[in-house]
């Protein structure tokens, strides 16, 4: 059975669409037996206005916005390509707003964005999408969003994501089966729920195949090349070092490249390094990286459809791939 529309409303009320426009958007001239009218026929036919249905009815922006904080702009392009690709499908603005989670008035922040520009509805990507200033900011606002891979519980809103945790354990197994036993882990940024998972399913793994868990295999990243780099050069420094490295994304495993090649270390000969997302970098470095194929653009094209389609809360999971490239062999025998 298909979702009510507006239509439907205003024909079981015997009024106007644009009656119950008005009724939606708290018009002041609607009379009261009008608007009980409206408002019996929308719970008779459990009606949920969507976003689509508020910029049809002339009330609203025509426009949502992406607020997003992240390091990668690999990772951020193909997010807003995924957003953008929708509205424009649709005759919706974007709006892309960056902040900074760490920033104590980051929920003032949001909370005045929505309220100057008028936005129909919210996508938010992480960090943002675990940020308790924000969410409460956003719950206590007449503003629909949805949560692109949030990391906790997400019964309260609709959310898209992908098993972060079985991806790392899937590319943790990878390099076990190549041979590998010493293996370092670049974590990602402190903020993003998903550094945590990653972490979680590259040491669950390990414990899979009796690997013991070295902490001092395990460095902090940012999400960032920078931190890459300082990773692989904390890692490779080590006496006992490494035979592989997985990065928590892309532009942290291009620094660990980098490292190597300026270290005269053969790689995947004498090091392997495995990636996370599959951005355009891990196809452009050399070697092309070996890495999760995380579908970031479908991620965002599914947020943002459901967003204006309305409706039910939803989770959606999307899958992910490993993507065999050129960065990771067998470790070399002494």
């Known amino acids: 059975?298909?979702?009510?529309?507006?239509?439907?409303?205003?024909?079981?009320?015997g009024v106007a669409v644009k009656t119950v426009s008005r009724?939606?958007?708290?018009?002041?001239?609607?009379?009261?037996?009008?608007?009980?009218?409206?408002?019996?026929?929308?719970?008779?036919?459990?009606?949920?206005?969507?976003?689509?249905?508020?910029?049809?009815?002339?009330?609203?922006?025509?426009?949502?916005?992406?607020?997003?904080?992240?390091?990668?702009p690999y990772y951020m392009f193909q997010i807003q390509k995924g957003c953008w690709d929708v509205c424009h499908e649709n005759g919706i603005r974007l709006l892309a707003q960056p902040v900074d989670v760490a920033d104590p008035r980051v929920g003032e922040q949001v909370r005045g964005l929505v309220s100057e520009t008028h936005v129909d509805g919210i996508i938010l990507?992480?960090?943002?999408?675990?940020?308790?200033p924000v969410l409460r900011a956003l719950e206590g606002m007449d503003v629909p969003f949805v949560r692109i891979s949030p990391g906790t519980n997400h019964a309260l809103t609709?959310?898209?994501?992908?098993?972060?945790?079985?991806?790392?354990?899937?590319?943790?197994?990878?390099?076990?089966?190549?041979?590998?036993?010493?293996?370092?882990?670049?974590?990602?940024?402190a903020n993003h729920m998903a550094s945590d998972d990653r972490l979680f399913g590259y040491r669950r793994a390990l414990d899979r195949v009796g690997i013991p868990f070295e902490p001092g295999l395990v460095v902090d990243g940012e999400f960032d090349f920078d931190s890459g780099v300082a990773g692989a050069r904390a890692l490779l420094d080590q006496p006992d070092r490494p035979t592989a490295i997985f990065a928590s994304n892309d532009d942290m495993a291009a620094g660990v490249l980098a490292v190597a090649h300026d270290r005269g270390i053969n790689v995947p000969a004498e090091l392997s390094v495995a990636g996370f997302d599959d951005t355009t970098l891990a196809r452009t470095v050399w070697p092309p990286l070996t890495t999760i194929?995380?579908?970031?653009?479908?991620?965002?094209?599914?947020?943002?459809?459901?967003?204006?389609?309305?409706?039910?809360?939803?989770?959606?999971r999307l899958p992910h791939d490993l993507v065999e490239?050129?960065?990771?062999?067998?470790?070399?025998?002494?």
């Open 158 to 189: 609709s959310s898209v994501f992908m098993d972060d945790a079985q991806a790392a354990d899937d590319m943790t197994t990878h390099l076990i089966n190549a041979g590998h036993r010493r293996i370092g882990f670049i974590k990602g940024h």
């Open 325 to 334: 490239r050129a960065s990771v062999a067998p470790p070399k025998r002494n």
């Open 23 to 72: 009724v939606l958007n708290g018009h002041p001239y609607v009379s009261a037996e009008l608007k009980a009218r409206v408002e019996q026929a929308m719970a008779e036919l459990d009606y949920r206005p969507s976003v689509a249905a508020r910029i049809l009815s002339g009330a609203k922006s025509g426009q949502i916005a992406l607020i997003y904080d992240n390091h990668s």
């Open 293 to 316: 194929r995380q579908p970031m653009a479908e991620l965002a094209r599914t947020a943002t459809q459901i967003l204006i389609a309305g409706g039910d809360i939803t989770h959606k």
């Open 125 to 132: 990507s992480s960090p943002v999408t675990d940020c308790d």
């Open 1 to 13: 059975m298909s979702r009510a529309n507006i239509k439907d409303v205003a024909a079981r009320a």
